[in-house]
């Protein structure tokens, strides 16, 4: 079983959400943006992700439009290398070209990918990533529910992969976190 017990030094839940924090296998997520110099943690949700690499020392952009969800990762957070920030993932991003080492989307790009946004945020994430940075998308794989949303929403890892290539992102198949979800890290080249 790729589960496992949720850390007792993390973040409880926040009212109101659930997160992939509590279901997903944690070392593959954050190996996978060891290293990184600043990562962005796109909808962020309340912020457990984010607050495990910042407890880990990398400096980490959180952002999402949930107001509460970003209260409660502030409260959190206090002397962690963390800011949370409240913005429309689909706007383009305020950030310099290269100017991020690593961005997360824990079970977002399904969302994106219904609102027919997934492409342009994927280019404006390919473009704020520095040559050689990397895209942790965390997803859903194409397996019956429950738990997360119905099949019919879910992409096919070719969907992702060919997403991530449309945006000039390459990297290998998902790798499992959880019986249900599947890792696809991605680099921009070098």
Do not use: N
């Not at 993390?10 to 943006?33: E, M, Q, R, T």
Request: hydrophobic share 50%.
């Amino acid at each position: 079983m790729l589960m496992q017990p949720p850390d007792p030094v993390a973040a409880p839940s926040a009212p109101g959400k659930h997160s992939s924090f509590d279901f997903v296998a944690h070392a593959p997520v954050l190996d996978a943006l060891a290293g990184a110099g600043c990562v962005l943690g796109l909808g962020c949700g309340r912020g457990d992700w984010s607050l495990a690499l910042a407890r880990r020392g990398t400096p980490v952009l959180a952002v999402d439009r949930w107001v509460e969800g970003l209260a409660w990762l502030r409260a959190q957070a206090h002397g962690l290398p963390l800011l949370a920030v409240r913005a429309d993932l689909t706007a383009p991003l305020p950030l310099a070209d290269g100017s991020i080492d690593g961005v997360l989307l824990a079970l977002v790009l399904h969302h994106l990918a219904g609102a027919g946004r997934a492409a342009s945020v994927l280019a404006q994430i390919a473009r704020a990533l520095r040559p050689g940075g990397v895209l942790a998308i965390v997803e859903f794989l194409p397996v019956p529910p429950p738990p997360g949303p119905p099949l019919a929403v879910r992409l096919s890892p070719a969907d992702v992969l060919a997403l991530a290539a449309g945006a000039g992102l390459a990297g290998g198949p998902p790798v499992p976190v959880a019986d249900h979800v599947g890792l696809y890290v991605q680099r921009k080249s070098a």
